[in-house]
């Protein structure tokens, strides 16, 4: 069956625009997670849904990321006035239950110019 | 606080065997995983270690010692396509939040 599915793979922002990073999980699937993961290193974790409930929001860096999950399907990450650090990939990772192993996206790879 | 550390880098021969070492300090413990990840590509789920012990799947074993704070990957019979990063990733006690280490990158040479 179909995967995590990520769009759009890249994307380039200038510094202040806002951008949306969408996730839709393998069907089925209650948790999704994102995470932002830097060049060289681990994933880290900004939030975590579990249907449209948005249970933790703790890694979430700054007041200008915002996640929603509506309809507990799709997921849409918001970054607002664009920053430099913000230049990471962005992964989306679901999951059946939130005790289960998690499927990863291919990630979106965000540039901020 | 959390801390999970890992080798920044290791390199081994085709067929040969490699451990990759994880340590962890973390506030809560709900299982160990760890992910294989191509350079570009989504990490994919390698193993899983809850209770002490080897957790065997192929090529790939995994060890876990709770009492330590400790794990290992054990890649077996290594191919070239095994050249990866690896991660190792803790779960907390409320199951919704997995810390990751930095990843080991492995390069296996000919």
């Known amino acids: 069956g179909a995967g995590v599915s990520q769009s759009p793979r890249y994307k380039v922002a200038k510094r202040g625009q806002d951008v949306a990073l969408r996730c839709d999980p393998i069907?089925?699937?209650?948790?999704l997670f994102w995470y932002q993961q830097a060049l060289g290193q681990g994933p880290e974790f900004l939030t975590y849904?579990?249907?449209?409930?948005?249970?933790?929001k703790s890694g979430l860096p700054s007041d200008r990321f915002f996640a929603e999950r509506p309809e507990g399907s799709v997921s849409t990450l918001k970054i607002q006035r664009t920053q430099q650090e913000d230049s990471a990939v962005y992964l989306c990772?679901?999951?059946?239950?939130?005790?289960?192993?998690?499927?990863f996206g291919p990630g979106t790879r965000l540039t901020v110019t | 606080g959390q801390n999970i550390d890992q080798p920044t880098e290791m390199t081994a021969t085709e067929g040969a065997i490699v451990q990759i070492n994880c340590t962890y300090q973390?506030?809560?413990?709900?299982?160990l995983f760890w992910y294989q990840q191509h350079a570009g590509e989504a990490p994919t789920f390698l193993s899983y270690?809850?209770?002490?012990g080897l957790e065997e799947k192929g090529r790939f074993s995994s060890f876990l010692s709770r009492s330590k704070g400790y794990s290992y990957l054990l890649l077996k019979e290594l191919q070239m396509k095994d050249s990866a990063s690896y991660l190792c990733?803790?779960?907390?006690?409320?199951?919704?939040?997995?810390?990751f280490g930095p990843g080991t990158r492995l390069s296996v040479l000919p």
């Open positions: 069907s089925g699937h209650v948790s």
């Open positions: 849904f579990q249907n449209e409930a948005q249970l933790d």
């Open positions: 973390t506030s809560g413990f709900n299982g």
């Open positions: 990772a679901s999951s059946l239950f939130t005790q289960d192993e998690q499927y």
């Open positions: 270690n809850v209770l002490d």
């Open positions: 990733a803790v779960r907390d006690n409320y199951g919704q939040n997995f810390v």
